[in-house]
């Protein structure tokens, strides 16, 4: 019901935006948050958007790089995200909650891999 897509293969510094849509699924309903991982590592957290999109939430990692966004016309949310970096190299998914940041997750996504490298 959740697809995020916009991945692939950037070199560092360059720039991506993912999308999260909703097939059947009413995404205006939830705050959105955006998880990533890494191989060898757990999924964490990144951002997050709340359900009127007033109030966005980024960890240190991506703070000032990433910018979170929604479309309420679309049903849809995006992950801009620039100034790319090896260390961003994940695989990213988009999940519906009741509140940011990351509370009550009710609904993931399938992920698209976000690869950075020269």
């Known amino acids: 019901q959740l697809q995020a897509s916009g991945g692939g293969l950037v070199q560092p510094g360059g720039s991506l935006r993912l999308s999260c849509a909703g097939s059947a699924f009413n995404l205006n309903d939830w705050a959105v948050n955006w998880f990533r991982q890494a191989p060898g590592k757990e999924r964490e957290g990144i951002s997050c958007i709340s359900v009127s999109g007033d109030s966005t939430r980024y960890e240190l990692a991506v703070e000032g790089r990433f910018t979170i966004s929604r479309d309420r016309d679309r049903n849809t949310a995006h992950l801009q995200m620039n100034d790319l970096k090896p260390e961003d190299t994940a695989v990213y998914y988009c999940?519906?909650?009741?509140?940011?940041?990351?509370?009550?997750?009710?609904?993931w996504g399938k992920g698209t891999q976000v690869t950075v490298s020269s």
């Open positions: 999940a519906t909650g009741f509140m940011c940041p990351y509370v009550g997750i009710n609904n």
